[in-house]
């Protein structure tokens, strides 16, 4: 079972079985493994799900016993309610923090309502979901619902204060909307070892004013401007000027009227300009921002843009790729305990890498390949694992997996191409998170690309300590899809 869908279901079993053990069918493990499995493959509901599990019942088999075949929608139902969401979070966040452990650089915090989970009988809103996200990595790093967006700043300092256990935000810059200016929070990022960056919008006009006022009156001496940046997609035209000002020691200064707003060593403001040209009209915006960090221009509009992408990804893709405002799950934990997955399988389409481009029969090949080929969606991803279970779970389409034995192999397999018979060359690399397995590099006689394949040996020993690589003609069998 490859390794991260492994990880996932050891930091799912904190959460335990509600059943009589004598009256189990349906471990709990096997209802998550099939709703996060049937999540990818492009079902978004309980129904959908386990029919895609009925169908699929083989996979499913090769990871997890499944005694009773595969579960109905209404168990998914039951199930899914009576989970408490708190604790699936947090073993999300544990989830991530051990399969990605490298320190995110920007995270954007933001929240998303989901419209048509609110409950009419019982006088609830829709449920709302704040969610921080690795701009850089686009990833989910963990989530905190609340029933009103007014709740947000509540919840924004719980979150951060379940993402900086073992230091886990620490030296990152923290984006947060206008609706996180505030102290407490700029505490809280502070206390986590990480760096902010405040949107200042008319919630605190006391605040906006005195910046404006600054900026107005300010010596040009004192702000670091730099030329436009010009901006072009999508039916207009965008020209933005950022401005940053490092003297911002006025901030925290003792003669201040009681009760103003104060964010925690505050040391840089910055004001981005707009200029937005549409076919019928132009707009004209201005943005503040503070930040804890003394950021050059040119760090403040890549940081400033970089926000925008748990918006433009995260906010998007649930509503267009997953249909999350759609959904009309409302009844106990149901809607939260669901957009938890949704992050879940997320992250799992994100990290996969990008299926292997066929060559069309009649184009002529490039003379350099495109060194920022497009990424392929969302949603055709989702299709994808639709389509073929195994890539549930297979994290590179490009990659295959192959069991060694102490006899010559004869042939490698990936997809529908073969290469029978055609010796290859190798090369090596040990993947320590997986024991005794290795990534090997293997180009076939006579092609331009290289293929990678995981390698578990069996009896031969493949020289995991260094030293020189075996050389000369190699082939494989035992083929099968699976991950590095």
Known sequence: MPHRLKRLLHHLS??????????????????????????????????????????NLDFLQGILPYDWGAPTGRWLTIFMNRINPALLSACFTAWVRETWPDRPELIAIDGKTSRRSHDRGQDLPPL????????????????????????????????????????????????????????????????????????????????LRAIELFFRDADPKMLDKEPPEFDKGHGRIETRTVTVAREADWLNGDRRFPGELRLQDAAAIVKVESRTKLKDRCRFDTRYYISSRRLSCTSAGGVVRGHWGIENTLHWELDVDFNEDQSRLRKGHGATNMAIVRHLAINLIQSAAEPPKRP???????????????????????????RNPDFTYAQSWAQISVNLDSEPCRFVQLGSTSLAGLPVSFVLVKASELGPAFRLHVRAAGSQGWL?????????????????????????????????
């Open 128 to 207: 709302h979901m704040v969610s921080a996200f690795a701009a850089n990595s686009r990833l989910v790093l963990g989530q905190q619902p609340v029933r009103e967006k007014s709740n947000e700043l509540t919840a924004i300092p719980v979150l951060l204060e379940r993402l900086a256990v073992d230091d886990g935000i620490k030296g990152a810059l923290v984006t947060i909307d206008a609706m996180g200016c505030n102290a407490t929070i700029a505490k809280a990022v502070r206390d986590a070892g990480a760096d902010y960056l405040l949107a200042v919008k008319a919630n605190q006009p006391k605040l």
């Open 14 to 55: 904190p959460i335990k079985d509600f059943q009589a053990s004598f009256r189990v069918a349906y471990r709990l493990s096997e209802i998550l493994l099939l709703v996060v499995c049937g999540t990818i493959a492009d079902c978004d509901d309980y129904d959908a799900i386990a029919d895609w599990g009925e169908e």
């Open 452 to 484: 990678n394949v995981l390698m578990v040996p069996a009896v031969v020993s493949l020289n995991p300590a260094g030293g020189p690589m075996p050389s000369g003609p190699f082939r494989a069998n035992a083929a099968r899809w699976g991950r590095c």
């Open 360 to 386: 069309r029969p009649l184009s002529r090949p490039r003379a350099k390949p495109n060194p920022n080929p497009p990424r392929t969606s969302v949603r055709r991803k989702r299709k994808a694992a639709a």
